[in-house]
């Protein structure tokens, strides 16, 4: 697979953080229903890990079809779209809350489609970095949508246990990674640092 553990480590960072707007989502779910049923549970793992996996495979082949053409400036826009992309998640989680409805909490294609891409916009932007990094593509996507979809189970769960409480610093953190991860590229290929 030829992947070495900073890119592994960095990698499953890089999911987590994507993963964190399904989660807040899947928490926001939770809140609604009364009970979580086992078939939810899976309809929104496959739907935000699908789609989360789905979306960097997308970013990363358009990105492919450009790259002879953006290689002498790509440390730079690794570095705008994580920090982009992580700003955002931490002013959103910073924003008012959306208020929830028993009508947000049903699992059908209708519901689950618009929430699944809505969330994976981001995850675009990651695969189109990733085309300007050192990884694995199929690896990474895999880790990607597995880890996403751990998360949004475990979301589900949460929101009807605990509610939203955890929902903000999840996001906080997973924008604070992201920002940092592509601070980390930025200053590797300007020599500041090495890895």
């Known amino acids: 697979m030829n ?68 290689t002498a400036v790509d440390h730079w826009i690794i570095f705008a779209l994580l920090a982009f992309i992580g700003g955002n998640m931490i002013r959103e989680a910073f924003g008012e809350e959306e208020e929830n409805s028993r009508e947000t909490a ?24 990733f085309a300007f990094m050192q990884v694995n593509i199929w690896f990474s996507v895999i880790v990607i949508g597995v880890v996403t979809g751990a998360f949004s189970a475990a979301g589900l769960y949460i929101g009807r246990v605990f509610g939203a409480r955890w929902q903000k610093p999840a996001q906080i953190a ?8 592509g601070l980390k590229v930025l200053l590797e290929h300007l020599g500041f640092i090495a890895w």
């Open 106 to 129: 049903q699992f059908d294609w209708r519901h689950m489609l618009p929430l699944a891409v809505a969330c994976s916009i981001d995850a675009f932007a990651v695969g189109v970095s």
């Open 174 to 181: 997973g924008g604070a990674v992201l920002v940092l991860i």
């Open 3 to 70: 992947l070495y553990v900073p890119a592994m480590i960095e990698i499953l960072l890089i999911s987590v953080s994507v993963a964190m707007d399904a989660f807040a989502v899947s928490i926001g779910k939770g809140l609604t229903v009364t009970r979580v049923r086992p078939v939810d549970v899976i309809k929104t793992a496959l739907w935000f890990g699908g789609f989360q996996a789905l979306f960097p495979l997308l970013g990363f082949f358009a990105a492919n079809t450009f790259s002879k053409y953006v």
